[in-house]
């Protein structure tokens, strides 16, 4: 099944994407793809670029990016803060403010790389391993077109012959040595985004492996109720359709979106392994929310 819509996709060129923007752009219109948005993770150095892709191959192009928040609940995890996503779409990537996070953003990226680095040398210390050195880091850097994150450092390590698989290098170091990201909150990102001419969404909201609402609780009533009580007034939407929402959470998300007057968008979230770009269904009523029309 395709779609003829996709508003989530990472490139190599600004973020941790296995597909540089040309094949993006490729992808997308072998595969009968109207339009597309390119949502790098704090980043928004690659929209010009895919722009000018976009009018090229024929595709409508929304811009787009995706910025990590910390977001806290006083009803779980003993209001204990844990990473959310917000997707922010139809902004002005020449805006200032944002041109300025983001880069601030990428900055602390490459210091936390180098801290969770000097973590897992203490590990392998203890454990009698080689340690990684200024040439680890300049290596993986080296094959980073975007921006330097865990999953870079995972794949490092398993081409170093350190672990055997990324899920075991997250299992056996990067949970225990992991760094903080940058806190920016909700407020923070949404006022950003809004500030730039943009709409703020909630991303994959009931990802049960990533960087969702999961984390504080599995329970749709929940996570629902957690939006109502503190996320309402800096969202303008949910992101509905994802490639790791089932049924039953399209179906509560949407309800909601609707009985609350939001906007709702969808996409697949594609990392370019494997390839899922247009993978994911998504009603051609999401272009017509921004004013375009397929």
């Known amino acids: 099944m395709s779609s003829l819509i996709d508003l989530h996709i990472h490139s190599k060129d600004c973020s941790d994407g296995k597909l540089a923007l040309p094949a993006i752009f490729q992808h997308a219109w072998e595969r009968g793809l109207k339009l597309i948005s390119v949502t790098d993770h704090d980043a928004v150095g690659c929209q010009e670029a895919a722009r000018g892709l976009a009018q090229e191959t024929g595709l409508l192009y929304l811009t787009g990016m995706e910025l990590n928040i910390s977001f806290s609940h006083p009803s779980y995890r003993g209001g204990k803060a844990v990473s959310l996503d917000l997707l922010g779409y139809q902004y002005d990537p020449e805006d200032k403010r944002i041109r300025e996070k983001t880069k601030a953003l990428r900055r602390f990226r490459k210091e936390r790389a180098q801290k969770i ?35 870079h450092i995972a794949s490092y390590l398993v081409r170093k012959g350190i672990v055997g698989s990324i899920q075991e290098a997250f299992d056996r170091y990067l949970v225990k040595c992991n760094v903080p990201k940058m806190p920016v909150s909700l407020e923070e990102a949404s006022g950003l985004i809004r500030g730039a001419g ?6 994959h909201p009931n990802d049960p492996r990533g960087t969702s609402l999961v984390k504080l609780t599995t329970d749709l009533e929940e996570q629902l109720a957690i939006i109502e009580d503190s996320m309402l007034p800096f969202l303008d939407g949910l992101e509905v359709w994802h490639s790791r929402h089932d049924q039953n959470t399209v179906a509560a998300y949407l309800a909601f979106a609707r009985r609350h007057g939001l906007m709702v968008t969808g996409g697949s979230d594609c990392h370019g392994d494997p390839v899922i ?4 269904e998504v009603p051609k009523e999401v272009g017509e929310q921004f004013g375009i029309s397929l």
């Open 198 to 203: 943009g709409k703020v969404f909630l991303a």
């Open 117 to 151: 680095m000097e973590n897992l040398n203490r590990e392998f210390q203890e454990q009698g391993m080689p340690l990684l050195t200024n040439q680890d880091m300049k290596e993986m850097e080296e094959g980073v077109d975007g921006a330097l994150g865990r999953p």
């Open 277 to 280: 770009i247009g993978m994911v």
